[in-house]
């Protein structure tokens, strides 16, 4: 079974700064295009940022600026950075990989407020 292994959520408060990690067995990482969904209590799971092996990335409107996606291939790992970050960020994030099929990681927590 491929497992996408998250990392990095918790609790910051507004304006405050966030790293999430998205470790992908190599076979899948070097085909795939991985992204990150948000998934807020009540509402539909929604794309984040995603970015193609080549690099490519594509952000949702309300984290264009604040948010930057990155792929590390030494290490397989995808990191999303997350900066200025708002209340309305606050949603269990999850890692997604596209490779003909949809893997996901199991979801990590993350909340803003003060």
């Known amino acids: 079974q491929v497992q996408l292994v998250e990392s990095g959520g918790g609790l910051v408060q507004p304006g405050g700064s966030l790293r999430l990690s998205c470790a992908v067995p190599r076979s899948i990482f070097m085909v795939a295009a991985i992204g990150w969904y948000r998934q807020a209590p009540g509402k539909q799971r929604d794309l984040v940022a995603s970015?193609?092996?080549?690099?490519?990335?594509n952000y949702a409107d309300s984290v264009k600026g604040r948010f930057t996606l990155s792929r590390d291939h030494a290490k397989n790992t995808v990191y999303l950075q997350m900066n200025s970050m708002k209340p309305e960020d606050t949603a269990v994030y999850y890692c997604?990989?596209?490779?003909?099929?949809?893997?996901w990681g199991q979801g990590t927590q993350v909340t803003v407020s003060s």
């Open positions: 997604n990989a596209h490779a003909g099929h949809d893997y």
């Open positions: 970015i193609t092996y080549g690099g490519h990335t």
